[in-house]
């Protein structure tokens, strides 16, 4: 995220996090990205915030990625994770 908000700061972010507890420290790093709040389970929001965007990128630890596949709707969002 760091590289994305410095390279294009003519970009708008988005970024889904659990709670306000999670987003706090989101919020402190990336004051201009805008929080929703949810999990991979709500399809409606997925799908919702999915269709105004331009770029979906999703960073999550192999054993979240899951949870991901029980939702047909963000199935076309897989994206096999980076070696780290």
Do not use: W
């Not at 708008?12 to 004051?31: F, H, I, Q, W």
């Not at 949870?67 to 076309?76: A, D, H, K, M, V």
């Amino acid at each position: 995220m760091y590289a994305f908000e410095k390279a294009h700061t003519e970009y708008e972010y988005t970024a889904l996090v659990r709670n306000p507890d999670k987003g706090a420290p989101v919020a402190s790093v990336y004051p201009n990205i805008r929080l929703v709040y949810g999990t991979l389970d709500d399809v409606e929001l997925l799908e919702k915030e999915s269709a105004s965007a331009d770029i979906v990128l999703r960073k999550l630890p192999v054993f979240q990625s899951l949870i991901t596949l029980r939702n047909p709707c963000i199935q076309t969002l897989q994206i096999p994770p980076t070696t780290q």
